[in-house]
């Protein structure tokens, strides 16, 4: 499978990740995350630039141009709790 997604990482890292058969990361930015708090990610891809805003607030950018359609979804790539909420699509 080949996609974008936006994961926390670490201590107060929030990242931008393409996996094209192997995971790459696009970027990297601070921000302070805690366990056990709410948060809502949205992660645009517009043109050849990935967006990630975290609670309205636009917290990396990068760029990459190798999809240019797909698919939306979620999930976790290592053992922890998730909860998943109310999804919206813009064309």
Request: one cysteine or more; proline letters at 1%; glycine letters at 8%.
């Given at each position: 499978?080949?996609?974008?997604?936006?994961?926390?990482?670490?201590?107060?890292?929030?990242?931008?990740?393409?996996?094209?058969?192997?995971?790459?990361?696009?970027?990297?930015?601070?921000?302070?995350?805690?366990?056990?708090?709410?948060?809502?990610?949205?992660?645009?891809?517009?043109?050849?630039?990935?967006?990630?805003?975290?609670?309205?607030?636009?917290v990396l950018?990068?760029?990459?141009?190798?999809?240019?359609?797909?698919?939306?979804?979620?999930?976790?790539?290592?053992?922890?709790?998730?909860?998943f909420g109310?999804?919206?699509?813009?064309?």
């Amino acid at each position: 499978m080949c996609f974008y997604t936006a994961d926390f990482r670490g201590e107060n890292k929030a990242i931008s990740i393409k996996n094209e058969y192997g995971f790459i990361t696009l970027g990297e930015a601070d921000f302070n995350w805690e366990p056990e708090t709410e948060y809502r990610l949205t992660l645009q891809a517009q043109s050849n630039k990935i967006i990630l805003t975290i609670n309205d607030i636009e917290v990396l950018q990068a760029e990459d141009d190798a999809f240019s359609y797909g698919m939306y979804g979620c999930g976790a790539r290592e053992m922890g709790r998730t909860l998943f909420g109310a999804f919206k699509v813009r064309t």
